[in-house]
């Protein structure tokens, strides 16, 4: 084998586990989803193979499943405009302040170490009719009743913002990290104002972190279950509710594999919109 | 145009003093040189001018008037980075108009004082390209155009020729001398490079661990050093332990217990008294090496042998031991240099030796 022949051999030599892996535990499964979600379920609880429409045109063409879908798109855009919000200045304080940088990102990681669904039940301890806020209001006499708080648009977002902020954080903190400081120092001595070199160099600079942290929020939120089953009612099921409620509850795979496939290209797309304009490299640093 | 002044200036970061009591003064239109070695402190006193640090004591004064309190995007200076600090997602042409945005200057007048300072850095067709697709000497010259194109009162240089390679940084030292020249603007200049000191400024500030050594012309700090430090910071320098045994208004006489009495005009040793110690500070170029019984007239003479032989080129580098003493000389030759362990006489003339006071 000639020395090139090797050398273009050894990078997929070194790639084989990665490859199999990926193939067999994502791709396989995939394609048995595209498979499912033709076949269809009879009135027997039997699955038909074979090549049927019925689910996609259920999926496709029910204004039940388009509204929640829509209303899953915008319950993600406002926690992640939230997040972006309320990270920006967080991950702005950890990548300016000067040597415990570590110990900040720690505290910023330590809700990981405890269960996503353990932290999302949390805030019906806080919010509950018997939780924390509640018979702190009422101990002091604010109300007299408790009031509910939960199960409702605005806690589902809560918990989602309270789930997605670190990952927000982490990638604006990147590409914050990132910036010499010696450019804000530049623009000043230029002449302008601490915020117009926020505003002109800073902040421009950090738009990849920013774009990265809010594709991350966008796609991990508008494909969250836990959230609106823990801290929603029932009108605030989000579309991997409907896909829970075909599989699991129903056992109507074909149905629900339809639905995911179409949450899946709707979020796909968005990815392929991000990376075109931002690549791929941006929201690696952020992860990694 | 403008002049620039250090009152009592102290900087402590902490418990530690980076810059101990420093008092400055630089004239306008002055080239002055903050000199010495890493972590002396030089960095510390620009970015106090700059106003990107506060002084923990005294006073920073630009024309007489007192700007501690005065916010760095008011005191109007050009600031040019180590790294050139360059902004990366604007192209050449927007980095340079940035500091005019902050100014009252009309958009036809912005874009006529861009071109012509990229035509005073002789880059006047690159301002569409992006500080990227630049090689390093290109954006050094960029960061030296946007930060004199806002006309500032001074311009201040972090040691902005350390990045570049060896031959560029000859050219951009010729360069930044002619453009500064051309404005005529007051320039403090940081460097640890003794050579680009001495070539660029009119006043260089020799500093040593928070301290100032000495301030003088390239002349006088090269052949008057103020201290030992100072005699070994810039160039090599042998220094002799001895005793001045007379000293007058024009000449002071020093024993030294090598060489036999020097005489060393008064002008080079300004800190020595008669009776005390001295120590006699003689340049390394100063001192010749020549065949083993040269005579030479008008000069000491002396027996050695040579160590050691670094060869550089055009210059050869000697070590040599003369009685119990190792005596550093830096000849220019034509042929072939001296052979290690090859008896020679070496030769001073006494004019060009220094004195120092005894510590
Ligand atoms: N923000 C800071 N906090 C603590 N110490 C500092 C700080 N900035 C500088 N120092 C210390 O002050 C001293 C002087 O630093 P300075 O940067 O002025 O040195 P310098 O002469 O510019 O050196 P170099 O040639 O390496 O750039 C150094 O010992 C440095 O460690
Ligand atoms: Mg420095």
Known sequence: MSVEARERKQPWILLTPALTSVTLLLFVPLLFIVVYSFWLRTATGADDPGFHLDNWQKALGDA???????????????????????????????ARSKGNKAILLLLLMLPFWISYIIRTMSWINILGVSGALNSALMALGVITEPIQMLYNEATVILGLIHYLLPFMVLNVFVSLDGIDTNLE????????????????????????????????????????????LVLGGPRDAMFANLVFEAIITQLNWPLGSALSLMLLAVLGVLVMIYNRYLGMTQLMKGLG | MSTVALENVVKRFGTFTAVHQTSLEMDDGEFVTLLGPSGCGKTTNLRMIAGLLDPTEGNILINGQRINDVPIHKRNLGIVFQNYALFPHKTVAE?????????????????????????????????????????????????????????????????????????????????????????????VFVTHDQSEALAMSDKIVVMSAGHVEQVGTPEEVYNAPGSEFVANFLGASNILDGTCEQADGTAVLIDVPLLGRITVPRAKAPAVRPGAGAKLVLRAEKLVLAGEDARKEDTISIPGVVETVDYQGQAVRYFVRSGETQLQAINMIDERPFAKGQPVSLHFRQRDCAALGAE
């Open chain 1, 64 to 94: 039940f499943y388009r509204d929640i879908l829509l209303s899953t798109l915008r319950i993600a855009a406002i926690t992640t405009f939230f997040c972006a919000l309320m990270g920006y200045p967080a991950a702005y304080f950890i």
């Open chain 1, 185 to 228: 120092d530049a623009a000043n001595s230029l002449g302008a104002t601490r915020w117009q070199s926020f505003l002109n160099v800073t902040l421009p600079l950090s738009l990849p972190g920013l774009a990265a942290g809010g594709l991350l929020c966008f796609v991990l939120g508008a494909g969250t279950y836990i959230t609106p």
């Open chain 2, 95 to 187: 980095n340079v108009a940035f500091g005019l945005k902050y100014r009252d200057v009309s958009r036809a007048e912005m874009e006529e004082r861009v071109r012509r300072a990229l035509d005073l850095v002789q880059l006047p067709d690159s301002g569409a390209k992006y500080p990227k697709a630049l090689s390093g000497g290109q954006q050094q010259r960029i960061a030296l155009a946007r930060a004199i194109v806002i006309e500032p009162s001074v311009l201040l240089l972090d040691e902005p020729l350390s990045a570049l390679d060896a031959n560029l940084r000859e050219d951009m030292r010729i360069e930044l001398k002619r453009i500064q020249d051309r404005i005529g603007v007051t320039t």
